[in-house]
């Protein structure tokens, strides 16, 4: 039983071209991107239990914002701007750690309490009376779901709280009781050298898993299928493959992997992918839990970002499954790299002519119709001028 959670039929005459091929290259178009796309929409930090004890704090370093998320001393996990109120210095300078019971900025030493507020500045005597809220951390919004917490570096924004975005996929979501579970091996990093949009169109489809993926394709077989973005959620789905084995990490994995017994049936051998527009997925097994996203470096850089997550008390058969998920996922992720920089690097040839997408890579097209609702200058099938480019996407933006 593969159970769709939303209607998924695909319209007649459907528009089977993607985004053009100058998107993917445009400085211009990149930061309004930055802007429009990836400052003012969620974006997953981590998890709740990445910030254990009162005083750890993650950061991350992404499309020129920097985020610094603490727990307090009244377990309250808080977003901030990394940003010291005096000069604008990192008050954290590490990606992860624990700061005791004040961060201080290494620059000239103004300490700021848990919370955000401001214990005092060196040499105070040097300054006004400084209110200690006015200058205190910027803050972020943030919202824990289910575990993960999920920022936004400007205020307010197109999209609804975490929890209205992610109710569709909510009830399916908890039985894997991801918010108790630990890290595994901790944050991860990768750079690729495509732009950030290439990664995302190859993960929206799974139409290329036959050929491309050998790995995904013994695991699966003809079980998989993709449900599109419909209010800036997605939804894939896959059980494994009655025949799967072929392959030595499949065949282990299959052999060895739990069915846990909170769990339903139609989960218990199961993969499910939830995408998270503009930029990130969760993907829950039967042993885990894990995201990843990506983020623009340049037009043709980009930052891939995740982590996994297991079952406090796992098993030994447990864990051996989550590496030998790990491993299939990782040789797949390498294989998605070279997909996507042959993609990329197609678009900036006089030849290319634009996709023409399958039905079943419809959800490659409701990604791109989600940007062109936030960036209509991505309906123009010729490249404006760079130095127009602002300009014109505020008065499309103003029409529509």
């Known amino acids: 039983m593969n159970p769709h959670l939303r209607d998924v039929a695909i319209p007649n005459d459907w528009d089977r071209r993607g985004l053009p091929g ?49 727990r307090g001393k009244d377990g309250v996990v808080r977003g901030f701007n990394n940003m ?57 919004d943030l919202e824990v779901w289910m575990g993960f917490i999920f920022i936004r570096f400007r205020n307010g924004g197109p999209q609804p709280s975490v929890a209205e975005l992610m109710k569709p996929i909510e009830p399916e979501f908890a039985h894997y009781k991801a918010a108790d579970m630990v890290p595994s091996w901790g944050i991860w990093t990768q750079k690729t050298p495509v732009n950030w949009k290439s990664v995302r169109d190859v993960d929206n489809e799974g139409y290329h898993v036959a050929m491309a993926h050998p790995a995904l394709q013994d695991l699966y077989g003809a079980t998989y299928f993709d449900e599109p973005f419909i209010n800036g959620v997605s939804r894939s789905f896959a059980t494994y493959n009655p025949h799967a084995g072929r392959r030595w990490s499949v065949r282990n994995y299959v052999r060895i992997a739990p069915e846990p017994a909170h769990l339903p049936d139609y989960l218990k051998k199961a993969w499910v ?62 294989e998605d790299v070279q997909l996507s920089v042959w993609s990329n690097e197609s678009m900036l040839s006089e030849a290319f ?14 990604h791109h119709d989600h940007l062109r609702k936030m960036l209509p200058v991505l309906g123009l099938e010729t490249a404006p001028e760079e130095k127009d480019m602002w300009n014109l996407n505020d008065a499309l933006r103003s029409r529509s």
């Open 353 to 366: 002519e634009g996709f023409y997408l399958s039905d079943l890579e419809y959800g490659v097209r409701t």
């Open 84 to 140: 010291c109120r005096h000069r604008g210095s990192r008050v954290v300078a590490d990606s992860q750690g624990n700061c005791k019971n004040a961060l201080v900025c290494p620059f000239h030493g103004w300490v700021y309490n848990l919370d955000g507020t401001l214990r005092g500045a060196a040499r105070p005597r040097s300054f006004p009376d400084l209110d200690k809220t006015e200058f205190g951390l910027m803050p972020l």
């Open 22 to 70: 100058w998107s993917y290259h445009s400085d211009a178009l990149l930061e309004l991107e930055k802007e429009h796309v990836f400052r003012n929409h969620w974006q997953i930090v981590g998890h709740v239990s990445d910030l254990p004890n009162a005083g750890d704090y993650l950061t991350m370093d992404v499309v020129g914002e920097r985020a610094l998320i603490v």
């Open 273 to 334: 992918y939830y995408g998270i527009f503009p930029n990130a997925v969760i993907s829950v097994m039967p042993e885990s839990v894990q995201f990843y996203q990506e983020f623009p470096l340049s037009t043709g850089e980009t930052l891939l970002r995740g982590a996994i997550y297991r079952y406090r008390g796992e098993s030994r058969e447990q864990a051996a499954a989550r590496y030998l998920s790990f491993r299939i996922d990782r040789d797949t992720m390498s």
